[in-house]
C-alpha cells in the first residue's frame, strides 16, 4: 500500500509593485532670437536647470541645427538629463507655443506612446530626447510661433518611478509597568470598594470582582454555593493583615496586567488585517 504523506503548514505571503509617473514641466522664453542665428551649428542656448522626479534637466536649442547634415536648415530642439542618473526612464512633451493666441501648437509627446513603446531610457548625464530637425528655419522665422523676436517652449517630463511594498508590520512599544503603585493608591483610596474584608480585626476595603477573579475560594463565597448572605463584609481568620494587603494589591496587579495583554493582541490582530 503507498503512504500518505500529512500536509503540511503553507506560509503565503505577498508583495505589491507599484509603478507611477512623477510629472513636472518648465517654460523657457528665448528673447532675442535673431541675435542668436549664425552662432554656429552644434551651437545651442540653454535654459536654467529644473527638477522632476529628482533628477536635474534643461532644455537645449539650437538655432542653427544641431548637425552639420542639416545645413542648417532646420532649428534643433532637445531635452537632456543635466544630473547623474542610470537608466532613468522617463517621459517627454516639447511644446513651440503659438503666440498667436489661436492655440496652434507645434507638439511633440511620448507620452500618447506609451503602450507602444514604453518611457524613454536615459543611460547617464546629457542622454538627450528630441528633435534635430524640429522646425524648418525659414518657416520658423514667418510663423505665429515667434512673435517680437521672442520664442516660448514649455517642456513635460514624466519621470517613472517604481517600488516593491511588502507587508506592512505594526510595532507597539509598552511603557513601564506603574500599575502596583496605582493599585495601592485605589485600595488606600477605597474608591470603587464594594466589600470589607476584615482579617484579624482590620478592616480592608476590596473589589469583588478582583477577588472573584483571582481566587476560586472569594468567588465561591461571593457568587458561587458558598455565596454568604451578608456579602458587604466578609471575615478570614488564618491569614496576617499585612499579607493580606499585599495579597490584595497583587490580585489586581496581576488582573490588569491580563487585559493589558489581551488589549495587546486585539490591537496587533487589528494593526495586521489592515
Not at 178 to 201: M, T, Y
Not at 234 to 251: G, H, N, T
Request: glycine letters at 8%.
Amino acid at each position: 500500500m503507498g503512504t500518505v504523506e500529512a500536509c503540511k503548514d503553507l506560509t503565503i505571503s505577498s508583495s505589491t509593485s507599484r509603478t507611477e509617473i512623477i510629472n513636472g514641466s518648465h517654460e523657457f522664453r528665448i528673447m532675442g532670437y535673431s541675435l542668436n542665428k549664425g552662432m554656429g551649428i552644434g551651437k545651442y542656448v540653454q535654459s536654467e536647470t529644473f527638477v522632476v522626479g529628482g533628477y536635474e534637466w534643461a532644455i537645449y536649442f539650437y538655432p542653427d541645427g544641431k548637425s552639420p547634415e542639416d545645413n542648417a536648415s532646420y532649428v534643433s530642439l532637445v531635452i537632456a538629463l543635466a544630473s547623474d542618473g542610470t537608466d532613468v526612464r522617463a517621459l517627454f512633451e516639447l511644446t513651440l507655443v503659438d503666440q498667436s493666441g489661436k492655440n496652434r501648437h507645434k507638439v511633440h509627446s511620448h507620452f500618447g506612446r506609451t503602450l507602444e513603446s514604453g518611457p524613454l531610457s536615459l543611460k547617464c548625464r546629457g542622454s538627450m530626447w528630441g528633435f534635430k530637425r524640429f522646425f524648418k528655419r525659414s518657416m520658423l522665422e514667418t510663423s505665429d510661433y515667434l512673435k517680437d523676436d521672442c520664442l516660448l517652449i514649455r517642456c513635460r517630463v514624466g519621470v517613472v518611478r517604481s517600488q516593491t511594498e511588502g507587508p506592512k508590520t505594526y510595532s507597539i512599544t509598552v511603557p513601564p509597568s506603574d500599575i502596583g503603585q496605582h493599585f495601592e493608591q485605589l485600595l488606600e483610596s477605597r474608591k470603587g470598594a464594594d466589600v470589607i474584608v476584615e482579617v484579624n480585626g482590620e478592616n480592608f476595603p476590596a473589589h469583588k470582582l478582583v477577588l472573584a477573579a483571582r481566587s476560586p475560594v472569594f468567588k465561591a463565597q461571593l457568587f458561587g454555593p458558598m455565596k454568604d448572605i451578608n456579602t458587604e463584609c466578609m471575615d478570614i481568620d488564618d491569614m496576617a493583615a499585612p499579607i493580606f494587603k499585599v495579597f490584595s494589591i497583587f490580585l489586581m496587579f496581576v488582573t490588569l496586567c491580563a487585559l493589558c495583554v489581551c488589549t495587546y493582541i486585539s490591537i496587533s490582530c487589528i494593526f495586521s488585517l489592515m
